[in-house]
């Protein structure tokens, strides 16, 4: 799906295509789809960073989503190449918080902007800390556009 995502200044984009499975009959994407955008988005940052979700479980933690906000701005369409950047807002002992921009590629025209919540618990779904490694991995930067 996506391309090979780059990491500029701490903010990570990835590019793809809005396939049209995603797309309702207008051909515009559904709602529910950018934040399954901004979750691989997610992922190629924390993996470019170093940081993957499986050596996270392997350790015994699990990064569970507690909070997800988008804001739509504008229609993604079918085949409209996509960005997406994301980048750490905010870090925690327990919880991390990314933010992302959702923006057509070829114009950068802002469609969405997002930010998610993921907070630390252990196997027994108990509140958990970050270990320390990870966190120095996950360095906040200033939002580079208004959330």
């Not at 980048?87 to 590629?105: D, H, L, N, P, S």
């Amino acid at each position: 799906m996506a391309r090979n995502p780059v990491t500029v200044d701490g903010v990570t984009a990835t590019e793809f295509r809005v396939r049209y499975a995603e797309t309702d009959q207008m051909g515009v994407a559904h709602h529910a789809n950018h934040l399954i955008w901004c979750e691989q988005a997610r992922t190629d940052h924390m993996r470019g960073l170093g940081v993957s979700y499986r050596g996270i479980e392997e350790q015994g933690l699990m990064l569970p989503v507690i909070d997800a906000r988008v804001r739509y701005r504008a229609p993604a369409r079918y085949e409209d190449l996509i960005r997406v950047r994301c980048w750490v807002r905010e870090i925690t002992r327990r919880q991390v918080v990314f933010g992302y921009v959702v923006e057509r590629a070829d114009d950068s025209v802002v469609l969405a902007t997002a930010q998610t919540s993921l907070v630390a618990v252990d196997s027994n779904r108990k509140l958990a800390t970050i270990p320390e490694h990870i966190r120095r991995k996950l360095i906040p930067v200033a939002d580079p556009v208004r959330i």
